[in-house]
């Protein structure tokens, strides 16, 4: 019999973290959440609630008395808990760099004095404007100016890599670092700017799919249990302890196509319009242009192969608005 282990996730009640809640559970496993729900959801773990094996604090990662003592309790920590969406980077940077940096400063220290094994989400936006595809996890980090706010959260990410890294480094702590690339699946709000949810909640209501700039950037998707699966098992291998590892699909598509795609899929009958960055996010945005992992390194770690199609994940996603509005 598998033996019971205590996770604590941080941003658990998120569109990833409350994934990974349920299949944790499911292992039998304990789990404690903590989020302080302003991209997150209650209702994504409502059905754990009155789980024995599953513990829901509403509060703050920054809060150091409360995060000690949930710490002390667990033997593994994901740490997932961040700013979501271009658009809250750019409506709240100083809660960006402030969840990011305090954040993670009180989840090292704590995992090095009580000997924790941690798991941290970074971001494919680490990668900024660098035009090298696909991007490997060695690859030189390229970002915009400091006066432009888009990229503070990759930034902070940056950041936190770092110091991450140099724990594991000069203090040997056990730490996994992943860039997510483009994660999508059910639960995954259209409010935030993500793509896929977006352009599905447009389709359904048959109102026009807006696509930002000109849908030349292109993006590969990842599906949200593939992710997970990723991450349980990454967490468990010393050999990954220090290491970066990208974690997405190798399905390429523009966003314009992703919009046809859509449409089509859904039967839409929706037009596709056109709208300038700059109306969106105000003047001088930059938009990554071209974003593909390279995932052989994930690949040869954990033998990670994503299965689930683009097709699929569009389907998914469908499903349960629909079932929301039903």
């Not at 991450?164 to 992943?178: C, F, S």
């Not at 859509?262 to 003047?283: H, M």
Request: charged share 25%.
């Amino acid at each position: 019999m598998q033996q019971k282990e205590t996770y604590l996730v941080t941003g658990g009640a998120g569109f990833i973290g409350s994934h990974l809640c349920d299949e944790l559970l499911a292992q039998g496993h304990r789990v404690i959440v903590i989020d302080d729900l302003s991209t997150g959801s209650k209702a994504n773990i409502a059905h754990h609630l009155d789980n024995p094996d599953f513990e829901f604090h509403h509060n703050t990662v920054t809060n150091y008395p409360l995060m000690e003592s949930l710490v002390k309790r667990c033997d593994y920590i994901f740490h997932l808990a961040s700013v979501v969406g271009v658009q809250s980077v750019i409506d709240s940077p100083v809660k960006t760099i402030e969840t990011g940096a305090r954040g993670m400063n009180i989840l090292l220290n704590l995992a090095e004095q009580y000997d924790r094994t941690v798991l941290f989400t970074s971001t494919s936006e680490v990668y900024g404007k660098s035009s090298k595809l696909p991007f490997s996890e060695d690859d030189d980090l390229l970002f915009g100016g400091t006066h432009i706010g888009r990229w503070s959260y990759a930034c902070s990410k940056a950041l936190d890599e770092f110091h991450a890294l140099a724990y594991h480094q000069e203090r040997k702590l056990r730490i996994v670092v992943v860039r997510l690339f483009n994660t999508v699946g059910p639960r995954q709000s259209p409010n935030y700017g993500m793509v896929i949810p977006r352009f599905v909640k447009f389709a359904l209501a048959n109102r026009p799919i807006p696509v930002y700039g000109d849908g030349s950037h292109r993006r590969c998707f990842g599906y949200v249990k593939d992710v997970t699966w990723a991450l349980r098992r990454l967490i468990k291998r010393p050999e990954c302890y220090g290491r970066v590892f990208n974690i997405g699909s190798n399905e390429e598509t523009s966003v314009l196509d992703l919009a046809h795609k859509i449409k089509a899929q859904l039967g839409s009958e929706s037009e596709i319009v056109f709208v300038p960055y700059e109306q969106v996010y105000g003047p001088g945005f930059e938009e990554t242009i071209d974003r593909a992992p390279d995932t052989r390194r994930v690949r040869e770690a954990i033998g990670f192969d994503p299965q689930t199609t683009l097709a699929e994940m569009i389907d998914l996603v469908a499903k349960l608005q629909t079932a929301e509005h039903a």
